[in-house]
């Protein structure tokens, strides 16, 4: 049986940014992959805030498209557009940036053992189970197998998801590329649709939602026919994936094992977007992991929930609410919120505080000016000013 100081399960972009900290400082590293090649098919939109490259390497190769902010639809059209100075956000080949994140990792020194499915994990020895080909032990494992995790299932009760479903589109007419297109329908909430730009004639459309994959392709299908920019246009692929449901009690630890990105549901609730908070938390269980294997102390290892719950804990409460009253609240009351936060002006306020990774600056904002108030039906204003009770 091979012995490595760290199994990582999954060659996704988050598995291969912690096997790649903990290869660059010598230790031996497993990554097994189940499937044959590295970042396919595409499940993403591949828009990422522009703070990602404080958090990992994004060459810019891997940009096909910088946009300044976003026009967000009501559900009878009334429109709030956020709009920055500079680029908030880029749009990426997230098949190419996962396949150059996994070679980085090699590069640095770890192994990538393609084909390789986990089968079993034993949380306490240490020991991976790889279908047909037998068994490996490592000090630390590391469940970074995603959505669907296998590593989760030992440790917690099944995951829930959200469904996700993205065209490739076509288009004839020339697009503008500046600005992404998001609408909110509370048929889908508390997902929400995309129309993410990736050149003057091709744009990333979907969406997510706690509907099926066939339901979802209604909507879809609804949505093209909809949008003037699509006349005429064709689809070129179709996508569909899972988004884990945000879980703040989920255990992320047990042993020497431990969850990280999608398999920790370490997703933005709101948006469903987990690829900046899974590389911060990437470089958190490298800080915790390397000190437990240099010191041969797993206790260290509990400090990992810690740390990330003191980090991220109360942002991703307020993203939760957010996203809970947003559900709440039916298509009268979405038109009637855009409509009186146009009013309130509070397109500036977006545009000055809004931020595609943390919204709680924006929400405590609009508290304070008061946009909120006037804007939502009492009930709901008393909810979200107690959020900082
Ligand atoms: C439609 C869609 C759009 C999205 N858009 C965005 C976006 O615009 N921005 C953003 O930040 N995030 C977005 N996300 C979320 C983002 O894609 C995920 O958060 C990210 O992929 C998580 O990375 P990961 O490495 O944790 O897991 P994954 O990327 O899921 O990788 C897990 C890996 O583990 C492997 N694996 C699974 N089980 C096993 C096993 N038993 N044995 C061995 N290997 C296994 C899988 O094959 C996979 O390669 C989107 C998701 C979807 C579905």
Not at 10 to 27: D, H, L, N, W
Not at 36 to 61: D, F, T, Y
């Amino acid at each position: 049986m091979k012995d490595y100081d760290v199994a990582v399960v999954g060659a996704g972009p988050v598995g291969s940014t912690y096997a790649r900290y903990m290869a660059e400082k010598g230790f031996s590293v497993a990554i097994l992959e189940k499937k044959k090649k590295v970042g396919v098919p595409l499940q993403c939109a591949g828009l990422l805030g522009k703070r990602i490259k404080k958090v990992n390497k994004l060459p810019s190769e891997f940009i096909m498209n910088k946009v300044y902010g976003a026009d967000i639809h009501s559900p009878s059209d009334i429109v709030l557009k956020v709009d920055k100075k500079e680029p908030e956000a880029y749009v990426i080949d997230r098949v190419a940036y996962d396949e150059y994140l996994s070679e980085i990792a090699l590069e640095s020194g770890a192994e990538l053992l393609l084909n390789h499915r986990v089968e079993d994990v034993d949380l306490q020895k240490g020991e991976v189970h790889v279908k047909n080909r037998g068994k490996i032990s490592a000090k630390v494992i590391v469940g970074a197998d995603g959505h669907d995790s296998l590593v989760s299932r030992l440790l917690n009760p099944p995951s829930e998801t959200y469904g996700a479903a993205q065209y490739l589109v076509k288009v004839v007419n020339t697009l503008e590329i500046d600005y992404v297109k998001l609408r909110v329908d509370s048929r889908i909430s508390p997902g929400f649709l995309w129309f993410i730009p990736i050149s003057t004639s091709l744009v990333r459309v979907g969406l997510f939602s706690k509907l099926t994959y066939p339901e979802l392709n209604v909507h879809l299908q609804h949505y093209l026919k909809r949008l003037p920019e699509l006349k005429n246009s064709s689809v070129e692929k179709k996508y569909q994936g899972h988004i884990p449901v945000h879980d703040p009690k989920k255990q992320i630890i047990s042993g020497r094992t431990l969850l990280l990105g999608d398999a920790a549901s370490q997703v933005k609730p709101t948006t469903g977007g987990g690829l900046r908070l899974g590389f911060i938390c990437a470089q958190m269980a490298f800080e915790v992991t390397s000190k437990a294997i240099e010191t041969d102390n797993m206790d260290i290892l509990l400090d990992y929930p810690n740390l990330y719950h003191k980090k991220f804990g109360r942002e991703l409460k307020t993203q939760l609410q957010v996203q809970k009253i947003f559900q709440s609240l039916n298509d009268a009351d979405l038109d009637l919120m855009f409509q009186k936060l146009k009013e309130e002006g509070a397109e500036d306020l977006i545009s000055e505080y809004g931020d595609m990774d943390t919204q709680s600056p924006l929400v405590k904002e609009m508290l304070k000016m008061g946009v909120l108030f006037s804007v939502l039906p009492k009930i709901l204003s008393r909810r979200i000013s107690s959020l900082w009770k």
